[in-house]
């Protein structure tokens, strides 16, 4: 799959800004005044940031809102409720803490567990699709939520649970990708049903439709990640998870704690565009590209 | 409304006989000529006079390569387009309602003005049969030339889909699939019709015709040509003008 790069943003910050925003909001970490003020800008500039930056992969963003109409059938749609209702709970509950110090607790939960909805109805756009084997599993949603839980642990100074969920997010991490390299062979979609001619013989691709490309090619058949995807696995898990727990167990410093911060996102944003670079959609097949 | 319907009244869609196609490309030819310039947004074309041309296509012929087990390989041309599926993956994951479902023909269709351009839906189609116009920024696809078949401006004999229509060959037809008794319902019974992909559970409506079988002829080595005994040299020595020329022309 092509990895668009406001997709991969979107996917790493938002997930970021709605963990941290699920922290806040279940009261795990409870600022007021002046440092709550700063605490829920950074998860709105993230979570916000991100979803706007979604919007530029569209062809007709100016239709956005029309995207809300769907919700019954829709991942997409269900995830523009969640992140609609996340964003005004938690703005109520912030507000809450900034202004009058006052802990409405029951909004901070249900804002909380929208936040985290967000998270997970992005990761079901994904793992819906039975057309990319390697994203059509429950792992998926795992290594999003895993992922935007370290984040969000880290981000809210969470202490000890910040390196048992980073240790949990590395490990089902790499649990996925481990499960994502024969998902493709074991789906049971190949060149022989793609075609139906399987009962004749050996099904070779002799000619492409076109002999230059197309938006299929471009769009699902994206074949450069491939060269060098063990390397950048092992750099994506590091930064991820392995450099920011090493960083926690240090005697403690801001600076460290920065630096924990950018690795961690560095090695999420890594691991993200190795998420679509890698997926291998089916309809590569009727082009001999699988 | 992007659920699908449980039942629509008819299932409208092609039969592709693998059989004749003979791949000259002419469906995707007229397929592109009709609807470019009429239901929804152009098919627009990208540097198509330049280095790298591209553009958008709602129909476009693979060529296979098949090997049996023993014999010689087949070509085998592969005519693809929307299947207009009964559990179509591209409606249900649509956010805005844009991509839908016909209940009265069961026609996979897209409302273009309610399109954001996400691509969510060519994302779930296996098939690759939903294509985003780079030009429009909305998402194309087979319309089952919806204009024409309900057309009564054009003659009968063109209330068909534009590929249907100009298929030299006969290897596209086009039909009521919940009909038992039409046309295309009987070619499937007696060719055994297949879907692509079955795995998937799409159920897609479009069929596709197996190519029969190939006659074997390399296994008789004896007998290749059935005229050869007639063609055999009836004398073998020359007599006559034609034998003292054949001698004089020798010693020479």
């Known amino acids: 799959m092509h990895p668009a790069p406001s997709v991969i943003f979107f996917s790493t910050f938002s997930g970021l800004g709605f963990g941290l925003l699920g922290f806040l909001g279940f009261g795990m970490f409870v600022p007021t005044g002046w440092v709550a003020f700063v605490f829920f800008a950074f998860a709105y500039v993230l979570a916000v940031g991100g979803l706007i930056s979604s919007t530029f992969h569209l062809g007709h963003p100016e239709r956005a809102l029309k995207a809300f109409s769907q919700w019954r059938s829709s991942w997409l749609s269900r995830e523009a409720w969640c992140a609609v209702a996340a964003l005004v709970l938690m703005a109520i509950y912030g507000a809450g803490l900034v202004f ?52 969000g642990a880290l981000l809210a100074d969470q202490g000890n649970l910040t390196l048992i969920l980073m240790v949990v997010a590395g490990a089902i991490q790499l649990a996925t990708w481990l499960r994502g390299d024969t998902a493709f062979a074991t789906s049971g979609t190949n060149m022989a049903t793609a075609t139906g001619l399987g009962s004749i013989g050996t099904v070779r691709a002799f000619e492409p439709p076109h002999t230059g490309t197309n938006y299929l090619l471009r769009e699902f058949v994206y074949v450069i990640g491939r060269k060098h995807a063990q390397k950048l696995r092992i750099i994506a898990l590091v930064l991820m998870a392995v450099l920011p727990v090493i960083l926690l167990l240090l005697p403690f410093s801001h600076w460290l704690a920065l630096l924990a911060v950018v690795s961690h996102v560095a090695g999420v944003l890594a691991a993200r565009w190795l998420f679509f670079a890698q997926a291998e959609h089916v309809v590569g097949l009727y082009y001999g590209k699988r | 409304m992007t659920q699908l319907p449980t039942q629509t009244q008819k299932k409208l869609g092609l039969v592709i006989d693998l059989d004749t196609c003979v791949g000259c490309h002419a469906c995707v030819i007229s397929c592109k000529g009709w609807n470019t310039e009429n239901y929804g947004a152009p098919l627009s074309d990208q540097d198509p ?72 839906c060519a994302w779930a189609c296996p098939y690759g049969a939903r294509e985003m116009d780079q030009a429009e920024g909305v998402m194309k696809k087979c319309t089952l030339c919806v204009d024409r078949i309900y057309n009564e401006n054009l003659p009968e004999v063109d209330r068909e889909p534009a590929c249907v229509r100009t298929c030299p060959s006969n290897a596209r037809h086009f039909g009521d699939f919940a009909d038992p008794d039409s046309a ?8 055994g019709g297949m879907d692509l992909m079955p795995e998937q559970g799409t159920k897609p409506v479009n069929k596709y015709l197996p190519p029969r ?11 290749i040509d059935i005229l050869a005994p007639f063609l055999e040299p009836v004398a073998t020595e020359a007599k006559g003008f034609l034998s003292w020329l054949d001698k004089t022309l020798e010693k020479l």
């Open chain 2, 49 to 120: 006079y330049g280095a790298n041309p591209s553009g958008t296509f709602l129909n476009r012929v693979h060529s296979f390569e098949v090997q049996p087990d023993q014999g010689a390989a087949q070509l085998i041309h592969f005519p693809k387009s929307c299947l207009h599926c009964e559990d179509a993956p591209c409606v249900t994951v649509c956010p805005t309602g844009a991509s839908y479902k016909r209940v009265e023909d069961g026609i996979v269709l897209v409302n273009e003005s309610d399109c954001i351009g996400c691509g969510l």
């Open chain 2, 184 to 191: 295309v319902s009987q070619l499937v019974l007696e060719r």
């Open chain 2, 213 to 223: 079988p190939k006659d074997q002829l390399t296994q008789n080595d004896e007998q």
């Open chain 1, 100 to 151: 009058f110090a006052q802990q409405w607790t029951l909004i901070g939960m249900l804002g909380a567990i929208a936040s985290l909805a967000t998270v997970f109805t992005t990761s079901m756009i994904y793992g819906q699709l039975k057309t990319v084997p390697r994203w059509n599993t429950y792992y998926t949603s795992a290594n999003f939520l895993s992922l935007s839980l370290a984040g």
